[in-house]
């Protein structure tokens, strides 16, 4: 029920493609979805995040969709360039205990 | 601001031994948290804390495993003693106040390699 599941576990993109990394949740009580970007030796930083009540919100070239009735939300990296290869984690927290479940997230690699 | 500080940056030691990773959050935030990353795992939550009590310690995997934060500006996650399983990346992160919900801050790591 804590659980945040996430795929791909890697994705290979040419550049200028569009990734796509999915998440689902089964706990209902999240009402918080962040999305966390990783570089090599460095610690995950917030990158973008949605709350449940709206299905679409976009920074930049990052999009997130979020689809409440199924209980899946995603990251859509519109023309993706090699700088954007890191791992993303999708992730979910409650606002009643404040800590975020992480899924176990994906290796992005944008070939130039 | 200097972001979260962990130290030290990389640990070796041998099985059976103790370890003690530290970590300073940004000044002013109420909550911390120690990840554990590895590659089988990702990311788990072991423990966190606010305004320095322990909140939920459920994902400490057992007792070997203790986390203290004595004052607003430090916290300290030791093992003892160390097995070579425990090798991961541990993170701290920090977090303003609940108004920044799933907003963590994080540090850069201790990269722990059990011998």
């Known amino acids: 029920q804590q659980q945040v599941k996430q795929s791909p576990q890697s994705l290979i993109v040419q550049k200028g493609g569009i990734p796509i990394i999915n998440c689902a949740y089964e706990?209902?009580?999240?009402?918080?979805f962040p999305w966390y970007q990783q570089f090599p030796g460095k610690g995950p930083a917030l990158l973008i995040a949605?709350?449940?009540?709206?299905s679409e919100k976009k920074e930049g070239r990052f999009t997130i969709s979020f689809n409440k009735s199924a209980k899946q939300f995603s990251l859509h990296i519109m023309d993706s360039q090699p700088g954007d290869s890191a791992t993303y984690f999708c992730?979910?927290?409650?606002?009643?205990?404040?800590?975020?479940?992480f899924g176990k997230g994906t290796r992005l690699h944008i070939l130039p | 601001d200097a972001g979260v500080i962990q130290s030290p940056r990389h640990e070796v030691t041998e099985m059976g031994q103790e370890v003690t990773l530290r970590c300073k959050p940004i000044?002013?935030?109420?909550?911390l948290f120690w990840y554990r990353q590895t590659m089988m795992r990702g990311l788990e939550l072991l423990i966190y804390?606010?305004?320095?009590?322990?909140?939920?310690d459920s994902g400490m995997p057992e007792d070997r495993f203790s986390a203290k934060m004595p004052n607003a500006s430090f916290s300290t996650l030791k093992i003892q003693p160390s097995e070579p399983r425990d090798s991961a990346v541990y993170f701290c992160?920090?977090?303003?106040?609940?108004?920044?919900?799933?907003?963590?801050?994080f540090g850069q790591g201790t990269r722990l390699t059990v011998v």
């Open positions: 992730a979910a927290s409650m606002n009643r205990d404040d800590k975020i479940i």
């Open positions: 706990n209902t009580a999240f009402d918080y």
């Open positions: 949605i709350r449940p009540d709206v």
């Open positions: 000044s002013g935030h109420d909550y």
């Open positions: 804390f606010n305004n320095n009590v322990p909140i939920d």
């Open positions: 992160a920090s977090n303003p106040s609940s108004g920044r919900q799933g907003e963590a801050f």
